[in-house]
């Protein structure tokens, strides 16, 4: 049952989280559009765009509240080998999980 509940929450992060990007994506376009005019380049929203790059790194902090469980969830998917393989930095101490690796992780659940 909290299983179910967990990716019912998942799907909606994902749904948001799909809006968001291509939002973004319709800002680039403007963007690019503008830059064509006005022959100048604005940079102002190029920061929001990097915050939700798949390659953007998240901490186990935030694939907890990516994926709506606790850190120690986290942890205890990792040591099972659920969630895809983190890129460790700091020798092994520090893990980071790509976004879109998680993405795809939830994505996965949900369908599967």
Known sequence: MQLS???SDAKKRISLL??????????????TQNEKQNGKRETKNYS???????????SVEQVAGFI?????????????HLLPEP????????LKWRLGDIAEFVDRQYKG
């Open 87 to 94: 890129i460790r930095l700091c020798g092994k101490l520090l």
């Open 68 to 80: 709506g469980v606790s850190v120690k969830t986290v942890r205890r998917y990792h040591n099972a």
């Open 48 to 58: 929001v765009q990097l915050e939700n790059h798949p390659s953007r790194l998240l």
């Open 18 to 31: 799909s809006e968001y990007l291509t939002s973004c994506g319709n800002m680039l376009q403007k963007l």
């Open 5 to 7: 509940a967990e990716l």
